[in-house]
C-alpha cells in the first residue's frame, strides 16, 4: 500500500526509500512488532474475560503443566493481526506470492481459531475432529500451491544436487500442499511449551528471508546455482513481518506464559512457512532449517506406530518436548535447549546453498 503510494508521488524525496527491499522489510518488522506490543495488554485481557477458564490443559500431561489453568489461549489472533496490517502495509500488493503465502497464513489461522474455540467452549483439548481439519487445510494448501505454481516451476530440487532431480508437472501441486499441510502441523504439535515454537519460528524465518532475497535476485541465484524465481524476494517483507510479531508474542509469551498462542497461531506460522518453501522451491531445505519441527512430529509418529503394533511406547511422552520433561528436564531447560537446535538446523539449511 505504502509502495504504491510512493509511486503514485513518483518516489520523490524520502519516498525514494519506498524503491529498497531492505526497507520496506525493515519497515514491516517494526511495524509488526509495535503494533504487537501496542493491542498486546488488551487483546490478552479482553481473551480471559471472553475465555474464562482459558485453554484445556492435558490431564495425562506433565504435572507441572497444571499450574497453567485460566490461561487464555487463542493469542495467535495477535499475531495474525499485526503480521497482516504490516505486510499489507509495505508488500508489493502485484505480487502473487506474498497474496499466495497471505491466504495461507489466514486461511491456517482461521482453521486453527475453529479448533481452539471448540476446545475452549466444550471445555476439551479435542477440538475440531481430525478429518474435517485436515480436509480443510488441504483446500487452503492446494489453492495456494495452485497460484504458487503459475509463476514457479514444477522442477523437484533437493540440497547438494545443482540440477533438478525430476519434474512433478501438476503433481507438484498435490506436493507442495503436503509440504503446506506438513510443516503447519509440525509447528502445531511443537507448540507444547512457553515460548518452545515462537523462536524456532522466527529463526526459520530469519533463515527463509536470506533463501527468498537470494532466490528471487537472478544473479545470486545462479552464482549458488539455486533455482531462480522472480519476484520470490518480496517474501522478505512476510518473513520480517513475522519475526516482529513472533518477537511481540513472545515478550507476553516468556515463562510464565500470559496467552497461548493456540493452533491460531501455530497452525498459521507453520503453513505460511511451508507456503515459502514452496514458492522458493526449497522444501527440502524446510526440512533442515526446521528441523526441530520435523523431529516434533516424527515422535508423534513413531510414539503412535508402535503404541498400536505393541503396546509399548518409545517415549515417555510425545511430542518429544514432553519426553524430555518427564526424563526431569524444567521447562525452561528444554524451551533454550531446544532453540539452540533449531539456531544449530537453521545454519546448516542455510550451508546447502552454496554445498551443490
Known sequence: MLLLLADALNFAGVFNLFRYLSFRAGGATTTALALGLLIGPRFIGWLRVRQGHGQPIRA?????HLAKRGTPTMGGLMILTAVAVSVLLWMDLSNRYVWACLFVLLGFGFIGFL???DKVTKRSTAGVSARTRLLA???VAGIASAAILQGTGT????????????????????FAAFVIVGFGNAVN????LDGLATMPVIIACIAFLLITYLVGNARYADYLGIPHVPGAGTLTVLCTAIVGAGLAFLWFNAPPAAVFMGDTGSLALGGALGAMAVVAQHEFVLGIVGGLFV????SVVIQVFFFKR????????APIHHHFEQLGWSEPTVVIRFWIISFVLALAGLSTLKLR
Not at 523431529?295 to 516424527?298: D, G, I, P, R
Open 60 to 64: 495425562d500431561g506433565p504435572q507441572t
Open 115 to 117: 479448533d481452539d474455540y
Open 137 to 139: 487445510e488441504f483446500l
Open 155 to 174: 522442477e523437484l530440487h533437493i540440497p547438494f544436487v545443482k540440477e533438478p532431480i525430476a519434474d512433478l508437472g501438476p503433481f507438484y501441486i498435490i
Open 189 to 192: 504439535l511443537t507448540d507444547g
Open 295 to 298: 523431529l516434533e512430529a516424527l
Open 310 to 317: 505393541t503396546g509399548r511406547r518409545v517415549f515417555r511422552m
